[in-house]
């Protein structure tokens, strides 16, 4: 049977919803490299490694040994005793094995808390430059993003007064992200505690807290997690995953946390299974020895990841902030760097590209330079001034990559 033009008409929802100009950029890279041509990379969201040789040996045995069928919905047992532990342990959240659901990757983690605490209108703050997906999310459950305008002058971190003007009686949640992906900077503890300090005067709002970079921090200070600050605590939905820290993008593993602040009943966590067990069910059953591997035997292989990406992000930083007209904070996590170019506007490319936006310049540079990196467009209102650079690659191509863009620079007129 064929649709009519009339049953083939979309949602609304779908109509509305943005591909992601990350996925746009990839496709095009796709493209080019299929066609020979020898493309310099910058755009990639994830860890140039490989998964952990012990992590893969623990699905593999589990899958040998018969984990290939439904498991319970929130994970099993003992990854969620693990995750708990972790938690405990290393952030400072005092939760159970009861308050861990376990997730198709840290997105649908956020996808499952927005659904269970968000109605339709409810204001959700995002402070910007933010992640993607953020916005998407936000408004696939009805929700009316909030965006707040971090100033690179401040390292990309909105302050507690801003915070404090953004929120209205309608304000239902926040969205938090430290280190960033887009800006590669991080939260201070001293600044975790401000904004937590305002959040525990509005009892309405939660905090949805992304920690998938949590790892990879490059500065003297630790991360610090919102979940461990007892004034906010029973208020905080702590997401995370494998995917950044472990290497483990495609096997689609993320957590969320949401503790009961001591009460028997998990009403928040159980509805997130609830939820999740409509959607997706649970992850792939071999993923929970994953977990359980990662998390208890992996801190050797994610720490000589992080040292890896420290040098790396020095190396593209003095590289880039050479550079003229570029203007860009030093990266203190995550494996980006977020950068100002609007100093070019109104410049002309070798190709004759006139350079008017972060998507313009970001154009012009991957087909004259054959340099792939992020236009700013999709990360907030006002970063269409800006790039994203990836240091998730080799010495080798930071260096002629950014070889590349210092050339093309010089061709601008
Ligand atoms: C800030 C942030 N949160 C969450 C995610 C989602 O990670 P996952 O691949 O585990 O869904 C990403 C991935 O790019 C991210 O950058």
């Known amino acids: ?23 746009a950029v990839t496709a095009r890279v796709r493209e080019l490299k299929a066609a020979g041509v020898d493309v310099i990379a910058f755009g990639a969201g994830e860890p140039d490694f490989d998964t952990p040789q012990p992590i893969k040996q623990a699905a593999i045995d589990a899958m040998l040994d018969g984990a290939t069928r439904y498991s319970p919905i929130p994970g099993t047992p003992e990854a969620r005793k693990v995750i708990a532990e972790k938690l405990n342990r290393e952030n400072g959240i005092r939760c159970s094995p009861e308050d861990i659901v376990i997730t198709t990757g840290g997105k649908h983690a956020l996808y499952l808390a927005a659904q269970a605490v968000i109605d339709d209108g409810d204001e959700v703050i995002i402070p910007t430059p933010g992640w993607v997906s953020y916005v998407p999310i936000v408004q696939l459950c009805g929700g009316v993003p909030v965006e707040v305008p971090a100033s690179v002058d401040n390292d990309f971190r909105i302050t507690p007064e801003q915070l404090e003007r953004a929120i209205t009686p309608r304000t239902r949640a926040m ?58 605590a029973d208020r905080v939905i702590t997401l995370n995953g494998l995917s950044k820290a472990y290497a483990m993008t495609g096997w689609r593993i993320g957590y969320a946390c949401a503790p009961a602040g001591g009460k028997d009943d998990n009403p928040l966590a159980k509805a997130m299974a609830r ?58 996590g995550a494996f980006y760097i977020f950068i100002d170019v609007s100093d070019h506007f109104g410049r002309t490319s070798p190709g004759g590209k006139r350079i008017e936006s972060g998507l313009t310049f970001a154009g012009a540079l991957l087909e004259e330079a054959n340099v792939a990196v992020v236009p700013g467009e999709d990360f907030g209102e006002g ?13 080798e191509n930071i260096d002629e990559g950014c070889r590349r863009i210092d050339d093309w620079l010089g061709m601008l007129s």
Not at 4 to 20: F, I, M, T, V, Y
Not at 179 to 196: I, K
Not at 383 to 395: E, Q, V, Y
């Open 275 to 332: 939820l999740q067990g409509q959607m997706t069910t649970h992850i792939a059953s071999f993923g929970y020895a994953a977990i359980v591997e990662a998390l208890s035997n992996g801190a050797e292989a994610v720490e000589s990841m992080r040292r890896t990406f420290a040098r790396r992000a020095e190396r593209m930083y003095a590289l880039v902030s050479a550079m003229p007209g570029f203007k860009c904070p030093r990266p203190t």
């Open 1 to 23: 049977m064929t649709l009519s033009r009339d049953s083939a008409r979309l949602s609304r929802r779908a109509e509305q919803l943005k591909a992601s100009s990350t996925l």
């Open 175 to 232: 969205i938090f992200n430290s280190p960033s992906n887009p800006c590669g900077t991080t939260y201070e503890p001293n600044h975790v505690r401000a904004l937590a300090e305002v959040l525990a005067r509005h009892e309405q709002i939660m905090l949805f807290s992304d920690e998938i970079y949590e790892k990879l921090i490059y500065a003297d200070f630790a991360h610090l997690s919102p979940g461990s600050i007892e004034s906010i």
């Open 383 to 395: 970063c269409d001034k800006n790039i994203r650079l990836s240091f998730a690659c080799s010495d």
